[in-house]
């Protein structure tokens, strides 16, 4: 199991250029992958999106990728010596020629085109991508490695919750027959303090006890969450991405238990449904981030 949390950084230096991948996820319904390029390799985004979406299948994934000069070659600042001189002997020429002093300052000089120059540090899109591809996939081996620690803790966590909803479950189970009883005793009290003498063998007595021993009958749905439950623990337990399996799952389960607080006519069981609840509502909430 792998969280949807998780972040990975790399650097490796080739080629006289150093190239940095950040990579960080957070939990989303569906894979949203945003990619931010230097502005000459941004045609690689499509690429990195690609071997991306390879390694991860759930969750909002960032990349930053930078690409720089590095080390001595960083500095890539050029002056024309010779162009300046030239400049500064064609204001000398032209304040000769005018018959008026022109002055020129060393800010004049350096505005002047060509003097100050940058040298290219612009590189190919296919020289870049091997580099790109590698440190992209340096980062993500960092970020799987973090969401697999990060999911280790979810798997811990759903797994006790798992046992104390199944505890709640198995509680209500072994109530449930009493309920039957219970209204059978009820009902014969209540006929005894309205003064009615009617055998509990009657006809009418036996009908009523019937119809209310099937509208609170909970077999079929404690047979499907047991269902529901051993799918769970196998999704718990599962090395593949389920994040999506889960959701649906625990939804399911929350249907079901909604079903049988609906037909609990028994404080205590409803109470036992209430603490279900409570633990599936938690669940749910560690399920959002799963891979």
Same mark, same amino acid.
């Given at each position: 199991?792998?969280?949807?949390?998780?972040?990975?950084?790399?650097?490796?230096?080739?080629?006289?250029?150093?190239?940095?991948? &950040?990579?960080?996820?957070?939990?989303?319904?569906?894979?949203?992958?945003?990619?931010?390029?230097?502005?000459?390799?941004?045609?690689?985004?499509?690429?990195?999106?690609?071997?991306?979406?390879?390694?991860?299948?759930?969750?909002?994934?960032?990349?930053?990728?930078?690409?720089?000069?590095?080390?001595?070659?960083?500095?890539?600042?050029?002056?024309?010596?010779?162009?300046?001189?030239?400049?500064?002997?064609?204001?000398?020429?032209?304040?000769?020629?005018?018959?008026? &002093?022109?002055?020129?300052?060393?800010?004049?000089?350096?505005?002047?085109?060509?003097?100050?120059?940058?040298?290219?540090?612009?590189?190919?899109?296919?020289?870049?991508?091997?580099?790109?591809?590698?440190?992209?996939?340096?980062?993500?081996? &960092?970020?799987?490695?973090?969401?697999?620690?990060?999911?280790?803790?979810?798997?811990?966590?759903?797994?006790?919750?798992?046992?104390?909803?199944?505890?709640?479950?198995?509680?209500?189970?072994?109530?449930?027959?009493?309920?039957?009883?219970?209204?059978?005793?009820?009902?014969?009290?209540?006929?005894?303090?309205?003064?009615?003498?009617?055998?509990?063998?009657?006809?009418?007595?036996?009908?009523?006890?019937?119809?209310?021993?099937?509208?609170?009958?909970?077999?079929?749905?404690?047979?499907?969450?047991?269902?529901?439950?051993?799918?769970?623990?196998?999704?718990?337990?599962?090395?593949?991405?389920?994040?999506?399996?889960?959701?649906?799952?625990?939804?399911?389960?929350?249907?079901?238990?909604?079903?049988?607080?609906?037909?609990?006519?028994?404080?205590?069981?409803?109470?036992?449904?209430?603490?279900?609840?409570?633990?599936?509502?938690?669940?749910?909430?560690?399920?959002?981030?799963?891979?």
């Amino acid at each position: 199991m792998k969280s949807m949390t998780g972040f990975g950084r790399a650097e490796i230096v080739l080629g006289g250029r150093k190239f940095r991948a &950040e990579v960080a996820s957070v939990n989303r319904k569906q894979t949203d992958i945003v990619v931010n390029l230097p502005r000459d390799l941004a045609e690689l985004e499509p690429q990195v999106r690609a071997l991306v979406g390879r390694a991860v299948s759930r969750g909002r994934i960032n990349v930053y990728l930078a690409c720089e000069v590095a080390g001595e070659q960083h500095g890539s600042l050029q002056v024309d010596h010779e162009l300046a001189k030239q400049y500064r002997d064609a204001l000398a020429d032209l304040s000769k020629e005018l018959g008026t &002093e022109l002055s020129l300052t060393g800010t004049d000089l350096l505005r002047a085109p060509g003097v100050l120059t940058v040298a290219d540090t612009s590189i190919e899109v296919d020289a870049a991508w091997p580099a790109i591809e590698k440190v992209t996939r340096k980062a993500m081996t &960092e970020l799987i490695k973090m969401r697999r620690a990060e999911g280790k803790h979810l798997q811990d966590d759903l797994g006790t919750r798992l046992s104390a909803l199944q505890a709640e479950v198995e509680a209500v189970k072994k109530l449930a027959p009493s309920v039957i009883d219970s209204h059978r005793a009820n009902l014969k009290r209540r006929l005894a303090d309205g003064g009615l003498e009617i055998d509990l063998a009657d006809e009418r007595i036996l009908k009523e006890i019937g119809l209310f021993s099937d509208r609170s009958d909970i077999s079929e749905e404690t047979t499907r969450l047991a269902s529901h439950f051993k799918q769970m623990a196998k999704y718990v337990k599962s090395k593949e991405p389920v994040g999506r399996a889960m959701d649906f799952l625990s939804q399911e389960m929350n249907r079901e238990l909604n079903t049988i607080g609906s037909k609990a006519n028994n404080a205590t069981i409803a109470q036992h449904i209430v603490n279900a609840k409570t633990e599936l509502e938690k669940m749910r909430e560690q399920v959002q981030n799963v891979e």
